[in-house]
T-cell receptor, first 109, second 113 residues
Framework: DAKTTQPNSMESNEEEPVHLPCNHSTISGTDYIHWYRQLPSQGPEYVIHGLTSNVNNRMASLAIAEDRKSSTLILHRATLRDAAVYYC??????????FGTGTSLTVIP | NAGVTQTPKFRVLKTGQSMTLLCAQDMNHEYMYWYRQDPGMGLRLIHYSVGEGTTAKGEVPDGYNVSRLKKQNFLLGLESAAPSQTSVYFCASPPAASSYEQYFGPGTRLTVT
C-alpha cells in the first residue's frame, strides 16, 4: 500500500485556520485518503476522507490536489481541543489502514 | 449503543504468561481490526477480520493469534508474552469496506515485565 509523508509537528494560534499537509506521491487510483486524529490517551478519531474531489464536513475540509499526490486537511478555526496528532492514511483494496507517525498539532492560546 | 469496547483497560504480565484481549462491537459491523501503538509511533495493524469466522494477518502479526467466532467479538491472544509486546492495543471496526470510517475502542495498556 502507498505510504504518506507528513511534517512531524506544527503550531497554530487559537481561532486561526490550520493547513496540515500530506504527501502521497505513490497513491494509486483506488486509494482513498483518510484523516484521523488522536487526542492524548485516546483512540484515533475519524476526521474526514475523500477520493478525488474536495470534501467538507462539520469538523474539517479536505483539499485534494488534482494529481492526487498530495492533500491538505484544513481546520477552519483551531481551538485548544484540536490539539492532537493528525494522521493521513491511504487505503486501497486491501482494507488495511497504515498509520504513519502523523503531525503533532499544538494550538497556542 | 456502546460502539467499540475493549477488555481489560490495563494489564501487567510477566514474560511467558498468556492472556486474551477482548474487543466487542454492537454495531453489527463485518470488519474488525487489532492495532498496537508504541510510544511516539503511529498505529500498526496486527490482525484483522472481514467477517465472522475469518481472520487475516496485518503488518506485525508475529507473537499474536486472533479469533472471530462471533460477529460482535474479536479476540487477540498472546500465548507467551514478551517485553517487546508492551504496548497500547486498539481495536477498531468500520461499517464495511475501507472507504468508511473506523470506530476505535478506548485501548488496552499492556505491560510485560
Amino acid at each position: 500500500d502507498a505510504k504518506t509523508t507528513q511534517p512531524n509537528s506544527m503550531e497554530s494560534n487559537e481561532e486561526e485556520p490550520v493547513h496540515l499537509p500530506c504527501n502521497h506521491s505513490t497513491i494509486s487510483g483506488t486509494d482513498y485518503i483518510h484523516w484521523y486524529r488522536q487526542l492524548p490517551s485516546q483512540g484515533p478519531e475519524y476526521v474526514i476522507h475523500g477520493l478525488t474531489s474536495n470534501v467538507n464536513n462539520r469538523m474539517a475540509s479536505l483539499a485534494i490536489a488534482e494529481d492526487r499526490k498530495s492533500s491538505t486537511l484544513i481546520l477552519h478555526r483551531a481551538t485548544l481541543r484540536d490539539a492532537a496528532v493528525y494522521y493521513c492514511i491511504l487505503t486501497g483494496t486491501g482494507n488495511q489502514f497504515y498509520f504513519g507517525t502523523g503531525t503533532s498539532l499544538t494550538v497556542i492560546p | 449503543n456502546a460502539g467499540v469496547t475493549q477488555t481489560p483497560k490495563f494489564r501487567v504480565l510477566k514474560t511467558g504468561q498468556s492472556m486474551t484481549l477482548l474487543c466487542a462491537q454492537d454495531m453489527n459491523h463485518e470488519y474488525m481490526y487489532w492495532y498496537r501503538q508504541d510510544p511516539g509511533m503511529g498505529l500498526r495493524l496486527i490482525h484483522y477480520s472481514v467477517g465472522e469466522g475469518t481472520t487475516a494477518k496485518g503488518e506485525v502479526p508475529d507473537g499474536y493469534n486472533v479469533s472471530r467466532l462471533k460477529k460482535q467479538n474479536f479476540l487477540l491472544g498472546l500465548e507467551s508474552a514478551a517485553p517487546s509486546q508492551t504496548s497500547v492495543y486498539f481495536c477498531a471496526s468500520p461499517p464495511a469496506a475501507s472507504s468508511y470510517e473506523q470506530y476505535f475502542g478506548p485501548g488496552t495498556r499492556l505491560t510485560v515485565t
